[in-house]
């Protein structure tokens, strides 16, 4: 999008295939078809009422998501279990993640927060977040979690790969403790 726009669908988004770099909102339901190319952009809940988001199997890393609703939940659609995103900005509004694996990370370059949690609930739904960002660049970057004291997660991984020759770092916001309700797995990073 140009510098400052924002393209509202009144209905349905659906990536199919390509790179987002931009702003993006959605009244209804997001889908992510396995041509999908992820990108630096942000797609955001933003309608009054119930939406869902699916996501196909084997499909690329979509661009970072983003819930803002007054009204209504964000919530997975029928058989959608996984859902891997570059980041994740929860400011009004509930959502349910994924029963499998809900991923975020992906190819990022430059320190940033991954996953905000401002405000609504947030329902792991018993599945796993697995915060993955990796770069390949010589650089340390530092991978930022901000949540509020009702975030609960149910399984945590932090895998952050060493890319070429350095390693990438998970950590709070001042004040913030994760929390998971099960298992917490420390892969890499």
Not at 28 to 47: E, H, K, P, R, V
Request: net charge negative; glycine share 12%; hydrophobic share 35%.
């Amino acid at each position: 999008t140009a510098s400052g726009d924002v393209v509202n669908a009144a209905n349905n988004f659906t990536h199919t295939d390509g790179i987002i770099n931009g702003l993006f909102t959605l009244d209804n339901n997001l889908t992510i078809n396995s041509g999908a190319d992820g990108g630096t952009g942000t797609i955001t809940f933003d309608g009054t009422g119930a939406q869902t988001y699916f996501q196909a199997a084997g499909s690329q890393r979509t661009c970072k998501i983003a819930v803002n609703k007054a009204s209504g939940a964000v919530t997975p659609a029928a058989g959608n279990v996984d859902f891997t995103v570059q980041g994740y900005n929860q400011i009004l509004g509930d959502f349910t993640a994924p029963s499998g694996n809900f991923s975020i990370g992906g190819d990022l370059y430059g320190s940033q927060t991954v996953f905000a949690h401002q405000a609504g609930t947030f329902s792991h739904n018993n599945g796993t977040v697995t915060f993955d960002g990796k770069a390949w660049t010589c650089t340390q970057y530092s991978y930022s979690v901000d949540v509020i004291p009702s975030t609960l997660f149910y399984n945590i991984v932090v895998n952050l790969p060493f890319q070429t020759c350095t390693n990438h770092i998970l950590t709070t916001a001042s004040g913030d403790v994760v929390n998971a309700a099960n298992n917490f797995t420390h892969t890499d990073g």
